[in-house]
């Protein structure tokens, strides 16, 4: 059970979410890149399942790590609810509330290595994710990557042509260890 002072329903979820608004007619999942990736994804089941207080279900679940919070779905909305938005918050009461996350942490990890060492966030040849979380049309185009980014004229394991210079990168170094990030 998810303790009280944890519920986004009450705290995190603000009448920004629209949470209360969703008539659930679908367009955020029809525009949601993730659905068509990942089979079983669907913002507006979320919206539901939040809106029915199913809270722990959702945390405990790995639906909301797959939503890219591209915000495709707040943009369609007739109702300018942000499913991308209530999906934010119950990862907040995730990580909170489940410690165990390890795909996540994983992640997080990485962003924190390539940051300072780069100043990128993720980098094409450090992205490790569980082989079951990603389906196999994804898996297929993950592993052309480097191949079409050298014919694009990027570098295979860098999302720029040009890197950062050092001394712009030594800024970012001090902005992370600053903020107590890295």
């Not at 002072?5 to 920004?16: N, S, W």
């Not at 040849?125 to 480097?146: C, E, I, Q």
């Not at 004229?153 to 860098?158: I, N, Q, S």
Request: hydrophobic fraction near 35%; charge should be neutral.
């Amino acid at each position: 059970m998810v303790p009280p002072e944890l519920d986004p329903i009450d705290e995190r979820v603000g009448p920004q979410s629209g949470l209360n608004r969703c008539m659930q007619c679908g367009k955020c999942t029809a525009s949601c890149p993730a659905a068509f990736i990942f089979e079983g994804f669907s913002p507006r089941d979320i919206m539901l399942r939040a809106m029915k207080g199913e809270i722990e279900s959702l945390v405990m679940g790995e639906e909301l790590w797959q939503c890219a919070q591209c915000l495709s779905c707040a943009a369609r909305c007739p109702r300018d609810c942000s499913p991308a938005g209530v999906i934010q918050a119950l990862r907040i009461v995730a990580l909170r509330s489940n410690p165990n996350i390890d795909h996540m942490r994983m992640i997080e990890d990485g962003v924190k290595v390539n940051l300072m060492k780069t100043g990128q966030t993720i980098l094409p040849d450090t992205l490790v994710l569980p082989n079951d979380l990603l389906g196999p049309r994804t898996r297929k185009r993950y592993k052309a990557s480097a191949k079409h980014r050298r014919e694009l004229g990027y570098r295979a394991e860098d999302s720029r042509r040009v890197e950062i210079p050092e001394e712009d990168l030594e800024k970012i170094r001090i902005l992370l260890r600053e903020t107590d990030y890295c």
